[in-house]
C-alpha cells in the first residue's frame, strides 16, 4: 500500500507586499482617522462607508499605460451554472468607488453632495521598502459643485487637519496649481497633437528630478540621464519650449507676482487666462478665512495627475528634514494630494458632473510623526489584578470589574496562576503601569497591595538600596481607597490607561 503523504504545513508568513499592525501602531492610526473625521465633520462632510469591491468596469482605467482590465488590482472573475460573470476588484482608491455611488444614488443625495472616507485599498504592484499593497486612505470629496470655493474650502480643510493630528504650521505647506493654466500653456505653444501633448505633460512631470535645464533638454532633442543612457526628447524648438519653462518658473515673491508671470506664460490663451483667474480666486478666498502663504501658496511646479484632474491641484508637503537610511538629511515629502475631476461621474451618467477632492496619506502621516518623534513612545498596558488563589477568581473579577466601571483599563491574568513571577513578567510584557495583589492575608484585613511597575522598574534600573527603600514601589491600601490610590500612580506616571477616548477621566 502505498505510502500517503502528508500535507505539508503552511508557511506562517504575510504574503509580499502586506504586512501585519500591532498594538500601538493599530491605536495610533485608530486615534489619527478620529481627529481628521472630526475635522471633515466640523466642515460639514458627511460620513460613507462603500463596498471593498468593485466591478472593474466600474473602477475604470486605474493605472496609467495598462490595457488590461485587471491589471493593477487584485482582481477575479465570479461564475455561475451558465457562463462566465463580472471582473470584480478590490477596491484600488476610494475615489472610483465614490463616483459609482453618486451615479446609483444621485437622485437621493444633496447636491452638492460632500462626503469622507476611509478605510485600506488594495494594489497589485510591485512592493518596495515603505511601498505595500495594502494601506489606508483618507478622503473628503465634494461633488456637484463647480464654484472654486469648494476647491478653497479642500485646502483650508487640509491645514486644519494636519496641524489636528500633529503637524504644526511651518512644518508644512499646501501648493495649489491649476491644470488649466498649463492647457493654456499647451496652446500658448501651438502643440495640438494629443500624443504629444501627453509628452510634453509626462516632461512636465519630472520638473522635480531633472530641474529647469533637464526639462529644457527633454523637450526638445533629449538628454542623458544619471546612469549615461540617453533619453530621446519631445523635439520641440527652443520658441516651443519657452512657455513650459515660463510655467514651471513662475513663482514670485508674492501671489500677485506669481499670478502675474502665469499670465504671461499663458499668452492668449482663454483657458490658459480662466485657470490663473480660478487661482486668484482661490487665493483670495483663502485670505479671506486667514489661510496665508505660510500655509497655502500657488505654485506652478505641482504637476501631479495632470492626466486626471481638470482644473485645481492640490498637494501637502511636509518641510521639516528627517534623516534617510542611509543616515542622510532629506525632506519628508508629500502626505496629501488632490484637486478637481470633473469628468469621473461622467463614465456611470453621460454627463459631466464637477467634483474636487483630496486623499491623506495617513501611513506616511504618522511616519513623519514618529519620525519627529511626536508618536511611537512606550504603549501604556492595562492594569493587571493577579491571581494567588484560582479558587478565588470572582473576587479578582470583582476587582477588575470595579476599575473598568470607573474608566480604568484593567485585566485580570488569565494564564497559569501558580508561578507568581510569570504572572508580573507578563505585566511587564503588557507594558501594565500597575499590579494589583490580593492574597488571603490581605483579603482577610480587607486591603489590596498596589505594585508600581513603571516606578520599580526604574527603581531597579540604578537606584541603591537606600534609595530603593525610600522611594517604594509597592503599596498596601484599603480595599475601598484601591480605585483613588491607582488613578493617583497613573497620574505621577504621566498616564491614566484609561479604556479609550470615552472613557470617563480618570
Same mark, same amino acid.
Given at each position: 500500500?502505498?505510502? @500517503? ?17 500591532? +498594538? ?72 472610483? *468607488?465614490?463616483?459609482? @455611488? ?18 485600506? @485599498?488594495?494594489?497589485?504592484?510591485? *512592493? !518596495? ?81 531633472? +530641474? ?22 519631445? !523635439? ?7 512657455? #513650459? ?51 497655502? #501658496? ?34 519628508? !515629502?508629500?502626505?496629501?494630494?488632490? +484637486? ?43 492594569? #493587571? ?26 485585566? @485580570? ?81 504621566? !498616564?491614566?490607561?484609561?479604556? +479609550? *477616548? ?5
Amino acid at each position: 500500500m502505498a505510502k @500517503v503523504k502528508k500535507t505539508p504545513r503552511p508557511k506562517a508568513e504575510t504574503p509580499k507586499g502586506f504586512r501585519d499592525y500591532f +498594538g500601538t501602531e493599530v491605536t495610533e492610526r485608530t486615534e489619527m482617522l478620529a481627529k481628521i473625521a472630526a475635522v471633515y465633520h466640523r466642515y460639514g462632510f458627511e460620513a460613507l462607508e462603500s463596498s471593498a469591491v468593485e466591478t472593474v468596469e466600474a473602477l475604470g482605467k486605474f493605472l496609467p499605460d495598462v490595457d488590461r482590465p485587471n491589471e493593477g488590482v487584485f482582481a477575479w472573475q465570479e461564475f455561475d451554472e451558465k457562463d462566465q460573470g463580472d471582473w470584480l476588484a478590490l477596491r484600488y482608491d476610494l475615489t472610483a *468607488p465614490l463616483a459609482r @455611488v453618486y451615479a446609483q444614488h444621485r437622485n437621493d443625495l444633496p447636491t452638492p453632495y460632500r462626503r469622507f472616507a476611509m478605510g485600506p @485599498v488594495w494594489r497589485n504592484e510591485k *512592493p !518596495g521598502p515603505g511601498r505595500f499593497r495594502q494601506f489606508y486612505q483618507c478622503d473628503a470629496d465634494t461633488v456637484g459643485s463647480a464654484s472654486v470655493a469648494a476647491d478653497a474650502e479642500i485646502c483650508a480643510m487640509l491645514a486644519d487637519c494636519l496641524e489636528e493630528v500633529g503637524i504644526p504650521r511651518g512644518d508644512y505647506i499646501i501648493r495649489v496649481n491649476n491644470r488649466k493654466v498649463l492647457n493654456g500653456v499647451l496652446e500658448a505653444m501651438g502643440v495640438t497633437d494629443e500624443a504629444q501633448a501627453a509628452d510634453v505633460l509626462r516632461t512636465i512631470d519630472k520638473f522635480d528630478k531633472v +530641474g529647469e535645464e533637464g526639462v529644457r533638454q527633454l523637450l526638445g532633442k533629449g538628454r542623458l540621464d544619471a546612469s549615461g543612457a540617453y533619453i530621446d526628447g519631445v !523635439g520641440l524648438d527652443e520658441a516651443q519650449a519657452e512657455p #513650459v519653462l515660463a510655467f514651471l518658473t513662475s513663482k514670485g515673491e508674492t501671489v500677485a507676482e506669481t499670478l502675474a508671470n502665469l499670465r504671461a506664460a499663458v499668452g492668449g490663451s482663454a483657458v490658459g487666462a480662466e485657470g490663473v483667474d480660478e487661482l486668484e480666486e482661490i487665493a483670495s478666498l483663502l485670505e479671506a478665512q486667514g489661510y496665508g502663504a505660510d500655509r497655502i #501658496v500657488i505654485d506652478p511646479s505641482v504637476v501631479r495627475g495632470l492626466g486626471y484632474y481638470t482644473g485645481p491641484v492640490f498637494e501637502a508637503e511636509l518641510t521639516f528634514e528627517i534623516l534617510d537610511e542611509k543616515g542622510r538629511k532629506r525632506q519628508f !515629502g508629500s502626505v496629501s494630494g488632490g +484637486g478637481r475631476y470633473d469628468g469621473l461621474v461622467k463614465r456611470f451618467t453621460g454627463q459631466e458632473v464637477p467634483a474636487t477632492g483630496i486623499s491623506i496619506g495617513v501611513d506616511r502621516l504618522l511616519a513623519a510623526l514618529r519620525a519627529k518623534g511626536r508618536v511611537g513612545g512606550r504603549a501604556e498596558g492595562p492594569v #493587571v489584578v493577579t491571581v494567588m488563589d484560582k479558587a478565588r477568581m470572582a473576587d479578582y473579577q470583582a476587582i477588575v470589574g470595579e476599575l473598568r466601571r470607573e474608566g480604568i483599563r484593567a485585566e @485580570v491574568y488569565l494564564g497559569n496562576p501558580k508561578n507568581f513571577g510569570n504572572q508580573l513578567k507578563y505585566a511587564d510584557k503588557r507594558n501594565s503601569p500597575i499590579a494589583v495583589i490580593e492574597g488571603e492575608d490581605e483579603k482577610a484585613r480587607g486591603v489590596v497591595q498596589l505594585k508600581d511597575l513603571i516606578l520599580g522598574a526604574k527603581i531597579a534600573e540604578n537606584a541603591t538600596l537606600e534609595e530603593w527603600k525610600e522611594r517604594p514601589s509597592q503599596f498596601e491600601v484599603p480595599r475601598d481607597q484601591m480605585v483613588a490610590k491607582i488613578r493617583e500612580i497613573l497620574a505621577s506616571q504621566g !498616564g491614566d490607561s484609561s479604556s +479609550g *477616548p470615552d472613557a470617563e477621566e480618570t
